[in-house]
């Protein structure tokens, strides 16, 4: 079954610095990944995805994540944060079939922004 | 605007009372997927519909139902409402059969039970 684990529920950045968000999954076949974005009182917004093919995979807003598989880890970065970044973030693995759903999430990191 | 609408965006009820929550999916998109978002819980799969059938189904209680119409839009129906019912109610599509390329999400229905 596949799962995932978002190290850390809260994360605070200054301005500028750099944003790092983990992401852990869990899969018996190669996993589809994916970045959601939630800013306070609205929807999800896919940030980015990975399929197949370049590891390394580019969202919007500069974000990027890396699929690494000797780490089972796909964790989102950012060079440099922004206060419009302040929002939660959740973690995603396409299950394949089953009672969870098409989608597993992460219970989610909210991230804040420091002036 | 993603493309999927949800109405009411919020909802105030009392407890045992019944509300029907609306999702009308992004043009094209066959799967409806509808979610439970709490502080405790985040965010909980309750069922998935496509082309009109259920496909999966996750942790819906008993007086939870929901169903797909054959304009594709769909309605969660939640009944005998309890205190802890009280969450945003998400409804998501998907073109195809599957999540392939991920989800789009509709804003949300807040409900409040009193």
């Known amino acids: 079954a596949q799962s995932v684990t978002q190290l850390g529920s809260h994360v605070s950045v200054s301005e500028g610095a750099l944003v790092l968000l983990r992401c852990n999954y869990s899969?018996?076949?190669?996993?589809?990944l994916f970045w959601y974005v939630q800013y306070p009182n609205q929807g999800l917004q896919l940030l980015l995805k990975?399929?197949?093919?370049?590891?390394l995979v580019k969202g919007i807003n500069g974000f990027e994540a890396e699929f690494k598989k000797s780490e089972t880890s796909f964790h989102l970065t950012k060079p440099s944060a922004h206060m419009s970044d302040a929002a939660e973030y959740f973690c995603?693995?396409?299950?394949?079939?089953?009672?969870?759903?098409?989608?597993?999430f992460g219970k989610g990191t909210k991230l804040s922004v420091k002036p | 605007d993603s493309g999927v609408t949800q109405t009411p965006k919020h909802l105030i009820t009392a407890t045992g009372q019944r509300v029907t929550l609306r999702c009308s999916p992004r043009?094209?998109?066959?799967?409806v997927y509808w979610y439970q978002q709490s502080l405790d819980q985040g965010l909980q799969f309750l069922i998935q519909?496509?082309?009109?059938?259920?496909?999966a189904k996750g942790n819906i209680l008993e007086r939870f139902s929901a169903q797909q119409f054959p304009d594709l839009h769909s309605e969660l129906n939640l009944s005998s409402l309890e205190l802890g019912d009280s969450a945003l109610y998400f409804c998501?599509?998907?073109?195809?059969?599957?999540?392939?390329?991920?989800?789009?999400f509709g804003s949300g229905t807040r409900l409040t039970v009193v």
């Open positions: 998501a599509s998907s073109g195809g059969g599957g999540s392939f390329y991920g989800y789009t």
């Open positions: 899969s018996s076949v190669p996993p589809y």
């Open positions: 990975y399929t197949t093919g370049a590891t």
């Open positions: 043009s094209g998109d066959l799967s």
């Open positions: 519909y496509y082309n009109g059938e259920e496909r």
């Open positions: 995603a693995v396409m299950n394949y079939g089953g009672s969870q759903g098409n989608l597993i």
